[in-house]
């Protein structure tokens, strides 16, 4: 993936903002898939387990189902493939010019998605060809190990990204960050599984395309209890995990906008949690889709409220992207200029935006500011630019009458410009003062 | 009855967590914000858009275990003239012509326990950046390395500098 660092575009304004934006979809839809898939193969191969061993065929019936869930909408496999690679050129356009490799970070993950979701869908044709309950399971919590794996990658990329005293210690592609940050976020994956899983199996049953048609009243009864049971217990306990994540979060990403996200998720949560206790306690299941639409917002508070964290953490990175992007627009218009001019070599118009840009807080040409006026000094240099080069280049006090010039740190070639610029302003001055 | 009390106590416990969290947004804002400083000095200016050396500045950096605050008079050597239209630079000549110091807010610091030395750092060749973070887009000066102890062990273990424990706490 370091190739996604090469072609990365030098920064836009808008660059940063599309970034930002591909960042927040991509991640939600990602966080949702591997939350689900995780969750329903894990609770499949439980309720296998359960079925087999208690000989209860509904629990077995159960357990198939969920897993099938995660594979009933044709193509959402694909889901899990597209966002690791679509993340790591907004990242990577992000932490443009940082030194951070952050697209190396999405290699493992891509593959870690693909092992997981390729083992969940073999766990879940298995079922129908194998009786090897320990076979099943193995595959099974197989497929959630790298599920899990991958979003390990995804959360640490996630607490990086807005925490750059981490980023020396890392090595390799996989970013082991080793603080409470990234344990606490990994439990509160596991918590929101509970509220993605418990809400889809709502969905799913119920809601999507008329629900499962072949489901009987005491199906749709344990269905409703189960779904509706598990995302209030995890939709209950994540405002402990986000509290205890804010408890943990790096001074640097912390910002008085995130903490009113987070309080707003709040408010999201609680919704949720009213709608999933309705749906249980009246037994309507048509609050569903209500549910599941509650859960994407909750999810995409969540994302807002780490990238508000990204952009305060790392806010000199942006201000950098900024700062370059600023130059892009000036370095174009002075090509253009040149296109214009079609001048020899060195272009005097590049020499004047850059005298402008950078000599002029100090300089004037004939008059003194904080170094000496131009006239004044330049006459030494006629018919020598190396040497004048040479002094912008490494400049030493002269006059003691002045304070000492600061090296502005000229590339050779903006120099030679800047000198060609002076000499021929000079020139010109000259010639100006001897008509008069 | 007992239908419609599950949803008072949900928002009880929800509002609760979110009024925490609001109390953390106030704490953190009151205690670690970065601080307003008596003159709005510009880093991307000096350090970035005029590619001024640290140095040129901070002169005691690769000299003294204090980079220091630069005396006014170094602002003063361009700023005698320089600028003068600008808001910022007045303050600063009041300042000067008050014959007053400009109480600048300390913003980076260790505890008085641990013994740091810029100039080893500096001879080292390890760049300001490290500790400060890229001064060349500041706006507003923060502190953006923790400057723990587990910090500066980090960096000491991969570049292979001491980590005995006498080596900063002396």
């Known amino acids: 993936m370091e190739i996604i660092d090469k072609i990365i575009f030098p920064p836009r304004h808008d660059h940063i903002l599309v970034s930002d934006a591909i960042i927040i979809a991509i991640t939600v839809i990602y966080f949702i898939y591997l939350s689900f898939l995780t969750g329903a193969t894990l609770f499949s191969a439980g309720f296998i387990y359960r079925g087999r061993t208690e000989e209860n065929p509904f629990y077995t019936r159960f357990g198939k189902d969920l897993i099938r869930m995660a594979y009933s909408v044709k ?315 040479k002094f912008i280049l490494n400049p030493v006090k002269v006059n003691p009458d002045y304070p000492p010039m600061p090296n502005l740190g000229l590339s050779q070639q903006d120099a030679e410009a800047v000198a060609k610029y002076l000499l021929d302003r000079y020139q010109k001055y000259q010639a100006q003062q001897g008509k008069q | 009855m007992k239908k419609s009390i599950v949803p008072v106590v949900f928002l009880g416990y929800f509002g609760l967590i979110a009024a925490v969290l609001l109390f953390m947004g106030f704490y953190w804002q009151a205690k670690y914000s970065p601080p307003e400083q008596p003159i709005k000095f510009p880093h991307y200016i000096h350090a970035g858009k005029l590619g001024l050396d640290c140095k040129f500045c901070h002169q005691y950096v690769d000299k003294s275990i204090h980079a220091t605050v630069p005396a006014m008079q170094i602002c003063m050597n361009c700023h005698q003239t320089a600028a003068h239209d600008r808001p910022e630079v007045q303050k600063l000549l009041k300042y000067w012509e008050n014959k007053e110091p400009i109480p600048w807010v300390k913003v980076h610091d260790v505890p008085d326990y641990v013994y740091f030395s810029h100039k080893r750092h500096i001879k080292a060749g390890i760049d300001c950046a490290n500790c400060h973070g890229d001064m060349k887009v500041v706006r507003q000066v923060r502190q953006t390395r923790t400057l723990r102890m587990g910090f500066c062990v980090s960096c000491h273990r991969l570049k292979g500098a001491p980590t005995d424990c006498w080596t900063c706490h002396k």
């Open chain 1, 75 to 389: 193509g959402a496999i694909l889901l899990g493939l597209l966002p690791p690679l679509a993340l790591a050129l907004a990242y990577a356009q992000i932490f443009y010019g940082s030194g951070l490799e952050v697209a190396r970070f999405f290699q493992p993950m891509l593959i870690f998605t693909l092992i997981g979701a390729g083992l969940s869908l073999f766990y879940c044709k298995l079922l129908e060809k194998t009786h090897y309950l320990i076979f099943q399971i193995l595959v099974a919590v197989a497929a959630v190990f790298f599920l899990f794996l991958a979003a390990y990658g995804l959360i640490s990329v996630n607490i990086l990204s807005f925490f750059p005293e981490k980023w020396m210690v890392i090595k390799g592609s996989i970013p082991h960050i080793f603080d409470a940050t990234q344990f606490v976020r990994l439990l509160h994956f596991m918590v929101f599984t509970l509220t993605v899983t418990g809400v889809s199996v709502l969905f799913f049953t119920f809601n999507l395309s008329g629900g499962n048609v072949d489901a009987d009243e005491q199906y749709r009864d344990y269905a409703l209890k189960f779904g509706a049971g598990l995302a209030l217990a995890g939709t209950l306990l994540q405002p402990l995990f986000i509290l205890w994540t804010y408890k943990a979060f790096p001074t640097i990403a912390e910002s008085l906008q995130g903490y009113y996200v987070a309080a707003g998720l709040m408010a999201v949560l609680y919704v949720l949690s009213v709608v999933l206790y309705l749906v249980l306690a009246n037994k309507n299941p048509r609050l569903g889709s209500l549910a599941y639409v509650l859960m994407v917002l909750a999810t995409l508070v969540l994302v807002v409220d780490d990238t508000i964290a990204r952009r305060t953490g790392v806010k000199e990175q942006y201000l950098y992207l900024q700062d370059e992007a600023a130059k892009f627009e000036e370095k174009l218009a002075l090509e253009r200029e040149e296109l214009k001019s079609a001048g020899g070599e060195i272009s005097v118009a590049r020499g004047e935006q850059i005298y402008n840009a950078r000599c002029t807080s100090c300089h004037q040409f004939d008059k003194r500011v904080v170094g000496p006026p131009h006239v004044e000094v330049l006459p030494k240099y006629v018919g020598k630019p190396d040497e004048l080069v």
